[in-house]
């Protein structure tokens, strides 16, 4: 055989994005992101505000959680923070040294402070929230040069499949799907 793969005989057909030296990155960002749009997709089931996290270390996931504000009738029980207390309870410690973030929506203010406090390594969002988002968009608390530690961000990893599912939300509230329980401020101004 004059060239390529013995797999593939045909000059013309390659495989795509495989050769000697590649390797597939079966577990990357969007990959987990993916399992956090699972956990918001359970916060929804619940009449939730639709966010969710997954928290990473080592390739794995090791804690998973959703929003769960109403249900605990806790305004501090947004995805982060249970994934981070979920989390440190697995490690066996509150530092998340080597840890990856993943939430479908852009962390608010307490969130991203938390993750800074944990020294989270990097935090990876889908949807941005320019109105109130921590971690670049309105604020920049996980970049905040005077912390004492400062959070790596990657930003709109499947951010189009993040975004309707959120809007999704907020349509059935408004459409009468969903019940009007919880902050008509999101649920009225919200397009
Ligand atoms: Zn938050």
Redesign the pocket.
């Known amino acids: 055989m004059k060239s390529g793969n013995k797999n593939f005989p045909s000059d013309e057909i390659q495989p795509v994005g495989l050769n000697d030296t590649d390797t597939v990155d079966f577990f990357n960002d969007e990959y987990f992101m993916r399992a956090a749009i699972r956990e918001a997709e359970k916060a929804e089931r619940n009449h939730e505000v639709p966010v969710g996290a997954v928290a990473v270390k080592d390739g794995m996931i090791i804690a998973r959680a959703w929003n769960q504000v109403e249900m605990l009738k806790d305004a501090t029980a947004?995805a982060?923070?249970l994934v981070l207390t979920a989390a440190a309870s697995v490690i066996g410690d509150w530092r998340m040294d080597g840890v990856t973030l993943y939430v479908t929506k852009e962390?608010?203010a307490?969130?991203a402070g938390a993750m800074v406090n944990a020294r989270v390594e990097r935090v990876v969002y889908g949807l941005p929230d320019p109105r109130s988002g921590a971690c670049g968009s309105a604020l920049d608390i996980t970049g905040f040069p005077g912390m004492l530690h400062q959070v790596k961000v990657t930003a709109g990893v499947l951010e189009l499949e993040c975004t309707e599912q959120f809007k999704q939300f907020f349509r059935n509230v408004r459409n009468g799907k969903l019940p009007k329980k919880h902050f008509c401020g999101d649920c009225c101004t919200e397009k």
């Open positions: 947004h982060e923070i962390p608010c307490m969130c």
